[in-house]
């Protein structure tokens, strides 16, 4: 009788202190509209109501998606991208599914950082080193004009592109390795950024300006650890933004994740408020959207846990946190992301100020430029 009382008893308690989903604490938001805040990357040249992909868009509402062409976990290739075929398979199907018109991104700076690669049939492109070697505008418009088109093609409505960056340091293993600046020249890039814009805004695509505040003057790979610029950067790294706000509408910026001790001490860009508030929207008035880089980088992720990245980045000013899930792979990354949001919103953590701020200018971009691209593939 004693031990089935202790039973009962241990039972009781556990049923206290075990705390059902719908009573942890709720805030404003719902999770479809904390959805927003996200961009994911998946696995798949299709999708149906069984994906993973098509269940999160059901559940949370995502923003958008980040496309590959390659698996670096894997080592393989034909990840989302095989064809100009399949990708508007693929492209339809995202918007069919979808609440809300979703961000479909790639990163499609030309030459090796590329998705719709030639081998896949798509045309040809150059590395903005080439074409700001050349110096020629016509060469510049010719290559943005093919690429864009190609958007238009397949479905595509977000390029992770031009590079703004600096070419400052020849030696840079990320940028100038993989020929990704236009020039060392800051008036030279803005001239052939400019070009790029003008060309991707005529068919309507957003194009996203990285990697503020600077990544050329850097010495790593943000791929493999966070590049420590304190002793590198340079004030005419901002030169292309200054510029480049002041004389057209830039819808979107992309930070990345250097570390500059003369900015901030403690946070990396991605993560600074002093970066993204401080200095991209109160000196230099930008209005637009922020787009984390990838949250996933190893840069990241060896030094903060996913709760710190979530509610730092969001308050640091971030609009969008992007998981390619590509570097490394998590089926449940949207889930414990806007959990770790509702958890922090509620707490205090995360200011609502902040995540108000962010919904209302995602909200803006998509009806402005997002949603008719995703019109155009519901027919």
Same mark, same amino acid.
Request: charged fraction near 25%; glycine fraction near 8%.
């Given at each position: ?49 069984? =994906?993973?992909?098509?269940?999160? !868009? ?6 958008? *998606? +980040?496309? !590959?062409?390659?698996? $670096? ?30 961000? $479909? ?11 719709? /690669? ?27 004009? =093919? ?18 960056? *600096? ?25 052939? *950024?400019?070009? *790029?814009? &003008?060309? !991707? ?10 990697? !503020? ?25 901002? +030169? ?9 509408? +830039? ?35 930008? /209005? ?30 971030? &609009? ?49 430029? $997002? ?9």
């Amino acid at each position: 009788m004693y031990r089935l009382a202790v039973f009962v008893l241990l039972l009781t308690m556990l049923a206290c202190s075990a705390k059902p989903v719908e009573d942890l604490p709720k805030t404003k938001y719902t999770n479809q509209e904390l959805g927003q805040l996200l961009v994911i990357g998946f696995r798949g040249t299709e999708i149906n109501s069984e =994906s993973k992909i098509v269940q999160d !868009f059901k559940e949370y509402n995502l923003g958008g *998606v +980040i496309l !590959f062409d390659y698996d $670096i976990e894997s080592d393989t290739y034909g990840r989302n991208i095989t064809d100009a075929n399949q990708l508007l398979r693929l492209s339809s199907a995202l918007v069919a599914n979808s609440q809300t018109p979703p961000i $479909i991104s790639i990163d499609q700076e030309g030459g090796q950082v590329s998705r719709l /690669k030639e081998q896949y049939g798509f045309p040809l492109t150059r590395t903005a080193d080439y074409l700001g070697n050349i110096d020629n505008e016509d060469s510049t418009r010719h290559y943005a004009r =093919s690429m864009a088109q190609e958007f238009m093609v397949v479905g595509v409505n977000t390029n992770f592109a031009p590079v703004v960056d *600096v070419n400052l340091n020849p030696d840079n293993p990320v940028i100038a390795g993989y020929g990704r600046s236009f020039s060392s020249d800051p008036d030279k890039v803005v001239e052939h *950024v400019g070009y *790029v814009l &003008d060309e !991707f805004d005529k068919e309507g695509i957003l194009s996203v300006l990285k990697h !503020f505040p600077g990544h050329g003057s850097s010495t790593e790979n943000s791929h493999l650890g966070a590049p420590d610029v304190t002793d590198t950067w340079d004030s005419s790294e901002l +030169i292309p933004y200054k510029r480049l706000f002041s004389e057209r509408k +830039i819808n979107a910026v992309m930070t990345t994740h250097i570390y500059n001790a003369n900015i901030d001490s403690v946070w990396p860009a991605a993560l600074s408020e002093n970066t993204i508030q401080g200095l991209l929207r109160d000196s230099l008035g930008f /209005k637009g959207v922020v787009f984390s880089g990838d949250m996933q980088m190893e840069a990241i992720r060896s030094d903060y846990d996913l709760e710190t990245i979530v509610e730092q980045a969001l308050n640091a000013g971030v &609009d969008i946190l992007i998981f390619g899930n590509n570097s490394m792979y998590e089926d449940d990354i949207a889930e414990r992301a806007i959990t770790i949001m509702q958890k922090g919103i509620a707490e205090g953590r995360i200011s609502e100020e902040r995540v108000d701020s962010a919904l209302a200018r995602v909200g803006r971009l998509k009806k402005e430029v $997002i949603e008719d691209l995703c019109t155009c593939l519901t027919f």
